[in-house]
């Protein structure tokens, strides 16, 4: 599995606005349901925010992957999005978190939605990895760290 095949480049945001938890979902949400007809906004951020509530997605090292399952998806849906300043996503380590990879899969997929989970998670190990995302000037220019780093599994 790679993760070319479900994230795409309008789908990374290299500038997050957001200062809190609670807002940073909001806004990953309503850019996910711009860019992908037939989803709904309202919905994203309920499956997201009760996902947090279990426990945060924030793995440590500034990343966090946010995640949930949704009827409504056919197919993983995923968003990529950099806070510079970075946001208290209540995170392992305690850190700020500043890169954020969202993947929402339909409600009946186990395997795929851990296979995707296991890849991302991987990738986001990489502290070079990491650096390059960080240090990208632009959306295209994180889409492209990512297709060159996917490329190496």
Request: include cysteine; hydrophobic fraction near 45%; proline fraction near 5%.
């Amino acid at each position: 599995m790679k993760i070319v095949d479900f994230v795409r480049e309008d789908m990374v945001l290299p500038d997050l606005n957001a200062t809190e938890k609670p807002a940073l979902i909001e806004e990953l949400a309503a850019h996910i349901a711009r860019t992908e007809p037939g989803l709904d906004r309202a919905a994203l951020v309920r499956v997201l925010s009760e996902r947090e509530q279990l426990a945060s997605t924030a793995i440590g090292e500034g990343v966090a992957i946010p995640h949930g399952k949704l009827e409504s998806v056919a197919a993983l849906v995923a968003c990529i999005g950099r806070s510079r300043a970075g946001v208290d996503f209540d995170s392992l380590d305690g850190r700020p978190t500043h890169l954020f990879f969202v993947l929402i899969a339909p409600e009946n997929s186990t395997g795929v939605h851990l296979k995707a989970l296991a890849r991302i998670s991987r990738l986001f190990k990489d502290e070079a990895f990491r650096q390059r995302l960080l240090g990208a000037p632009d959306a295209a220019a994180m889409y492209r760290v990512v297709v060159e780093e996917d490329s190496k599994y």
